[in-house]
């Protein structure tokens, strides 16, 4: 009986060393993760002058906000914030439209070649966004748009052909997730409302979409995120500067020869804080939607 005591206790400490390991590291990867946001925090608050003399690993004199209204005025990022917003909001919305409804296809609809159509989608996904840069050039340059569309008259320099290619990228990973996370739902309910007469569109859109509330909610966290932050697309197909979004447009606080990095700083921090309401506001789901599909069996 003493055995078996003395082992159940072995076995409580191991247990008890391995939570405390994993939380220490995880304490760990987290303060590592926010220093240099604390860091580029600490340079923003400090006046460029003092930084110059003391250096930027010092103790300060002086905190100000200085920095964040230069860094808003000299910039106009208002206006480069504007652009953002045209092209995640509708990259974005069309995205997890076209997404979910491919999804609901290649999952509740059986046909021979729904798994084959998923790989495909899916493995667009492996195409590193470098390797089609030159044709993708050369085809923008070569497709028209109508005045309304685009000011050059081409889909190269426009907020379309931004929004297409964000779309483009994104699809086969909402795809993926949407189609899992429909398998995990009973075919009970598509198979009641066919008997019911329903037609496929009210399947889908009555039924299946609003039971994939958390999926979108969490993938519209992360498409928010990885399109409002891209930087490669917005330098690239965006020639003109009063059209880039607000990544790209902090180059303009980079001059040629002077570079006021305090400012730099700062605009950084105030380019972060969209994406950092919108994980807020839809954090509940998007906590939710990571463990999508975990309960399955």
Known sequence: MSTQIVVA????????????????????????????????????LRPISETNRLGYVSLPHSLTLDNFTAAWSHSDMWRFFLNSAYVTVPAVV?????????????SRVSFRFNITLL??????????????????YRLYLSIPLPALLSGSGLLYDSYLGLI??????????????LSNYLKTLPMDIDEAAALDGASLWTRYWRLSLPLCRPALAALATLLTTWIYNDFFWAITLITTGDKRPVTSALANLQGQFVSD???????????????????????RQFIAGLALGS???
């Open 94 to 106: 069309i995205t997890l439209f076209l997404a979910s409804m491919f999804a609901y296809v290649v």
């Open 119 to 136: 790989i495909l989608f899916t493995a667009g996904n492996l195409l590193p966004q470098q390797v089609i840069i030159t044709p993708l």
């Open 261 to 283: 990095q305090n400012m730099i700083a700062a605009a950084a921090l105030i380019a972060a804080v969209p994406t950092l309401v919108v994980y807020l506001v839809l954090q």
């Open 295 to 297: 309960a399955k069996g």
């Open 9 to 44: 206790r072995r076995r409580r400490n191991a247990s008890r060393a391995v939570r405390t390991a994993a939380q220490t590291f995880m304490i760990a990867m987290t303060v590592l993760w926010m220093l240099p946001i604390l860091f580029a925090l600490y340079v923003a």
């Open 164 to 177: 297409l290619i964000n779309v483009a990228f994104q699809l086969g990973f909402c795809v993926f997730v």
